[in-house]
C-alpha cells in the first residue's frame, strides 16, 4: 500500500511543483507585496510595512469605478448569458435538421479573435461624424435619437460592454450545456410521457436538475471570468479606461504596473489581492448553495 502511494506521488508532483512555482508561490510573494509600503522595483526596498497599500487603493476613485464597473458587468453578464445558452440549448436538443449546422454558427463567436469582434461591436455602435452607426440607424427606425456607445454617456458604453460580453461567452455555455441536454437519460422524459407530464413541469423537474452540476459549473466559471475581464473593455473603448471610465479590477491591477500610473507595484498587489478575496468569498457562497440546488446523479 505505501508503494503504491509513492508511486502516486510520484506522478502527481510534475503538477504540484508546476503549481507551486506558478500559482502558490506568486501568490505569496503578491500578499507579501500589498504590505510593502513605497517598494521601488529597481532597488528591490521599500519604506515600511503596513496596511497602507489598502487603504490607498480602497479610497481610490479610479479603483472604486473599476469596481463598480465589474459588479455590473458580473451581475448582468452571467446570469443572462446563462439563460440564454440554456434556451438556445434547449431549442437546438429540440430540432433534427440543421443542428450542427447551428451548433456551428453559434460556436463561431468563441473562436474568433477578441479584438477582431471588439472592431466589430465598434462599427456597430460607434457614432462618427460620416455616420451613426448601424445600431442608431435601426434606433432611428423607432423614432429614437442617436447615441453615442462608445464615446458617449457611461450608461451607454456599460450596456455595448456588457452586450459585447455575453456575446463571447454565450458559445462555450451553449455548448456545453448542449452536451449536457444530450446526456440526460431518455428513460426519464418516457417515463413523463406517460404519466402525462406536461412540457415544463419536465423541465423543470427532470432537465433542470439533471443538468444542474453544468449549470452550476458555467455559473461559477462565470463569475470568475467576469471579474477578469478586461481585454473586453480594451477592445471597444482602447487602453485609456480611466479616462473613459470603463476600466476594470484586472485594468486597475494592470495600470498600477505597466500603464500611465504605472510604477506602483504595491499597490497593484494591494488591489489583486482584494480582487481574490471578492472572488473566493463569491465562490464560497455558491459552493455552500449548491448543496441544496445541484444535484448529482
Known amino acids: ?57 480602497l479610497h481610490d476613485p479610479y479603483f472604486l469605478q473599476a469596481v463598480k464597473n465589474t459588479f455590473i458587468l458580473v451581475l448582468i453578464t452571467v446570469p443572462v448569458s446563462t439563460g440564454l445558452a440554456l434556451l438556445i440549448s434547449v431549442g437546438l436538443a429540440s430540432i433534427s ?27 456597430l455602435f460607434q457614432k462618427t461624424e460620416y455616420s451613426d452607426g448601424l445600431i442608431n440607424i435601426l434606433l432611428g427606425v423607432f423614432g429614437m435619437s442617436p447615441i ?27 455548448l456545453i450545456l448542449t452536451s449536457a441536454l444530450a446526456s440526460v437519460k431518455q428513460d426519464y422524459y418516457n417515463a413523463a410521457r406517460v404519466d402525462g407530464t406536461g412540457r415544463m413541469r ?26 477578469k ?15 473613459a471610465e470603463m476600466n476594470t479590477i484586472v485594468g486597475y491591477v494592470y495600470d498600477m504596473l505597466y ?3 504605472g510604477g506602483y507595484p504595491s499597490y497593484a498587489s494591494a488591489a489583486a489581492i482584494i480582487l481574490f478575496v471578492i472572488v473566493l468569498t463569491i465562490t464560497v457562497i455558491n459552493l455552500l448553495v449548491s448543496r441544496r440546488h445541484v444535484h448529482y446523479s
Open 1 to 57: 500500500m505505501e508503494k503504491n502511494n509513492l508511486k502516486a506521488w510520484l506522478y502527481l508532483l510534475p503538477a504540484i511543483l508546476f503549481l507551486g512555482v506558478f500559482l502558490v508561490y506568486p501568490l505569496i510573494d503578491v500578499f507579501i507585496y500589498s504590505f510593502e509600503e513605497g517598494y521601488n522595483t529597481a532597488s528591490q526596498t521599500y519604506l515600511g510595512v503596513g496596511g497602507y497599500n489598502y487603504s490607498y487603493v
Open 97 to 123: 435538421k440543421l443542428r450542427e449546422l447551428f451548433q456551428t454558427i453559434y460556436f463561431l463567436p468563441y473562436v474568433t479573435n477578441t479584438l477582431a469582434v471588439g472592431l466589430v461591436f465598434m462599427i
Open 148 to 174: 453615442d456607445f462608445i464615446d458617449g454617456p457611461w450608461w451607454a458604453k456599460m450596456l455595448v460592454l456588457c452586450v459585447y460580453t455575453v456575446w463571447v461567452v454565450l458559445p462555450f455555455k451553449i
Open 202 to 227: 419536465v423541465f423543470c423537474r427532470i432537465t433542470l436538475p439533471m443538468i444542474s452540476p453544468m449549470l452550476f459549473y458555467l455559473i461559477i466559471t462565470g463569475f470568475i471570468g467576469a471579474f
Open 229 to 243: 475581464a478586461y481585454s473586453d473593455a480594451v477592445a471597444l473603448f482602447g487602453t485609456q479606461l480611466n479616462a
Open 259 to 261: 500603464g500611465d500610473s
